[in-house]
């Protein structure tokens, strides 16, 4: 099986930052995607930010230019620092990977637990 644990979330003020870090573990023979969504209260579940394989990035344009997304291969962890944050900010914040199984076809998806993220005014 494979996990994925979320830390990193908590309270700051508006204007501030917060890294967040989610790694993977288990039974993982490569991973492709590395995402971050967000779900603020009464609303869906959206993207945020993703990572591919090879590096290449993209974000949601609410978070444009404030958020960056990073991974480090060699520990199955992705990163997601965000600044100048905001009250519109506040939200779970999931952690999405699309991982490879040794020996099965195809690719898996896991989720995190989710690590709240509140912003204060």
């Known amino acids: 099986q494979v996990q994925v644990v979320e830390s990193g979330g908590g309270l700051v003020q508006a204007g501030g930052s917060l890294r967040l870090s989610c790694v993977a573990s288990?039974?993982?023979?490569?991973?492709?995607?590395m995402e971050w969504y967000r779900q603020a209260p009464g609303k869906q579940r959206e993207l945020a930010a993703r990572?591919?394989?090879?590096?290449?990035?993209n974000y949601a344009d609410s978070v444009k230019g404030r958020f960056t997304i990073s991974r480090d291969n060699a520990k199955n962890t992705v990163f997601l620092q965000m600044n100048s944050l905001t009250p519109e900010d506040t939200a779970v914040y999931f952690c999405?990977?699309?991982?490879?199984?040794?020996?099965?076809?195809?690719?898996?998806?896991?989720w995190g637990q989710g690590t709240q993220v509140t912003v204060s005014s």
């Open positions: 288990g039974r993982i023979a490569g991973i492709n995607d």
């Open positions: 990572v591919s394989s090879g590096g290449s990035s």
């Open positions: 999405r990977v699309v991982v490879k199984i040794p020996g099965l076809l195809g690719q898996f998806q896991y």
